[in-house]
């Protein structure tokens, strides 16, 4: 649960990142004179975002949690996502229960926008999208086969979903109608409350039904309206409102300090311009999302801490009948607006609470992170295993190096009774286990092996290179042999170094690379299989091709072609090795899209045609047809330098020129 809650916290990172812009626009719209037309311009531009957060969470959700991320992924959650908001919307909720619109729940108003109901649309569009996104309908049906059929899955799960909520949705609203009701009469114990249960709620979206009983009208208290109306008692009204400021001007910015403090060396420039833009939106505007979002599922007893001192927040200003107001929200733009007002009492005290807010949040934030580890951004573990103890499993003389490797990798993956399958790509192990959380990395790592992707519990990637078959049979030999895994032993080892293997790299030659195809140039970190966009093989760029004919990007010799026929090596006269990798996952096709033009040992000149490519077949089959060029013996390169990236390429287009060290 903890990591899966993780998982969301990840994902969510995508939507809330367009928060701080909304945000912005908010902020300075608000702080503008409210006759100009610019102000409501920009006030406009931001609410567009922000009314929309339900429908950017469910599709943040739908992308990051699905295994593969596909943008078939984000239409399933869309369209889980409309089909409640519309299906439950007042005037269906009245057509479907034969009454009148207006003698519909009210409950059904606030459907529409709630991030409770995106949060849930996009969970269950990933999981549709894992679970169905290959499956192969029969032929009659073929054309709805694979991806088309997630959207449809999903349509048919949320109307299940929308009957249930058709029924108890109004007992959810009018609880916390009840509950808010309740705390009037308690004065500054229940303004105190309310903050608690505020931001204890945001997870669900169910906050904004709380916010309708003490700060609009349903219960008769109409904060926000009474304050800016003048209305009702100096030191009373605003009571709801105003301890928010403390809270959201420097309470959570001191925070966002000490989860900064708290990163881990490698990550404290992400975590900065993470921590800086969420700061800044909520001092400035009061819209704490980015912030809050980005700790909330992956530090949860954070969040709660943070509840609490909104609460008594909340509670303290209340009390003291410091009072200020706010239309958007308890940033610094909404102070100064309100400061004027004649009902507002002593606002200037709340910046004396907020200082103090502020060196609250900071030492509790950072007691926290430190004394229960919490892994607030920043701290994600280094994905390597300190742990001394090793399984072994016993080599001998006659052990070539691949077979040496395998038994590396055998007993860092916990040996046979913890393997479920053995597969390979051009460059990676792909295994499935029956616990990925058994895998020790140091020792995987220890193989000269690349790098090591956990996909989920079962599902682990290892980057071998493209020796990568060589090391899976003898994998699977060992697999097929019930080779014995030794006890760990106690014995602290060192780490093995990376043996240099003997190179012919003439040092300080420059080779020039061309396109490998029509289309659209994309940079490497912008493909969709992390094993490339990493770099764990190398550094280079991709094409996303326009039609199926491929060529040599530089000029060397053909010295490997795979017998899927989906990639092939190429090595230039000055040593660099490189990799034409045609489409991701396609090994999986076994060479059906693929007519090789060249063959082994083979000299080419860049523009000499590769292979023809069925572009349809590929996609068809559901995959992508990046055409991925790397050089894989990165350690002999010195630099490289772009000519084009990110635009419309042809084949005698000059891409990178690379010189070797």
Known sequence: MKTYLQRMGRSLQLPVAVLPAAALLEGIGHWLPQNWGLSQFLQIGGTAILSQLALLFAVGLSIGMSKVKDGASAM????????????????????????????????????????????????????LFDRFHE????????????????????????????????????????????????????GAVGAGLFGFFNRLLIPTGLHQALNQV??????????????????????ITGMYLAGYF?????????????????????????????????????????????????????????????????????????????????????????????????????PYMLLVQGVVMAVI????????????????????????????????????????????????????????????VIDNCT???????????????????????????????????????????????????????NVAVSAPTTAKKEPEPKSEPASDVKAGETDVFYSVANGELEDIEKVSDPTFAQ???????????????????????ITTIFPTKHALGIKTENGLEVLVHMGIDTVQLKGEPFEIKVSDGQKVQHGDQLAQVDLKKITDAGKKTDMMVIITNMPSVAYMK????????KLDNEVVKVTTK
């Open 76 to 127: 399933a959650g869309v369209v889980a996502y409309i089909v409640p908001v519309y299906v439950l919307s007042p005037k269906n909720v009245a057509l479907l229960k034969g009454i009148n619109v207006k003698d519909v729940n009210p409950a059904f108003n606030a459907i529409a926008g709630n991030v409770f109901i995106g949060i849930v649309a996009g969970l269950i569009a990933a999981a």
């Open 135 to 186: 499956t192969k309908l029969p032929m009659a049906l073929s054309f709805f086969s694979g991806k088309r059929l997630v959207p449809i899955l999903s349509t048919l799960v949320m109307l299940l979903i929308s009957v249930v909520l058709l029924f108890i949705w109004p007992f959810l609203y009018d609880a916390l109608i009840n509950f808010g009701k309740f705390f009037v009469g308690l």
């Open 214 to 235: 003490f700060e609009f009208n349903i219960a008769g208290i109409n904060d926000i309206g009474n304050f800016w109306a003048n209305k009702g008692t100096k030191g």
């Open 246 to 346: 403390p809270v959201m001007m420097f309470g959570l910015p001191a925070g966002a300090l000490a989860i900064y403090k708290n990163a881990l060396p490698e990550r404290k420039k992400a975590t900065a311009g993470l921590m800086m833009a969420g700061a800044f939106a909520s001092f400035f505007t009061g819209v704490t999302e980015p912030l809050e979002f980005s700790f909330m599922f992956v530090a949860w007893p954070l969040y709660v801490i943070h509840a609490v001192l909104t609460g008594l927040s909340m509670f303290f200003a209340a009390f003291m009948h410091w009072t200020a107001g706010f239309t958007f929200s308890a940033g610094l733009v909404d102070y100064i607006l309100s400061f004027h007002m004649p009902i507002a009492n002593k």
């Open 361 to 420: 949040y900071y030492f509790v934030f950072d007691f926290a992170i430190k004394k229960f580890n919490l892994m607030t951004p920043g701290r994600e573990p280094v994905d390597v295993d300190s742990s001394d103890q090793s399984a072994e499993v016993v080599t001998s003389d006659d052990d070539d190096k691949y077979m040496i490797a395998a038994k590396k990798i055998y007993a860092g993956i916990g040996g046979h009774d913890n393997i479920k």
């Open 427 to 481: 460059t990676r192990l792909r295994l499935q286990l029956d616990d990925t959380s058994k895998a020790n990395k140091s020792q995987i790592m220890s193989a000269n092996v690349s790098g090591i992707n956990v996909l989920d519990k079962t599902n682990i990637q290892i980057v071998v290179g493209t020796e990568v078959q060589f090391v899976a049979d003898a994998l699977k030999k060992l697999y097929d042999n």
């Open 535 to 557: 770099k764990m093989l190398g550094d280079g760029y991709a094409v996303v091709p326009t039609d199926g004919k491929i060529v040599a990007p530089v000029d060397g010799t």
């Open 642 to 649: 772009y000519d084009v990236l990110n635009q419309e390429v």
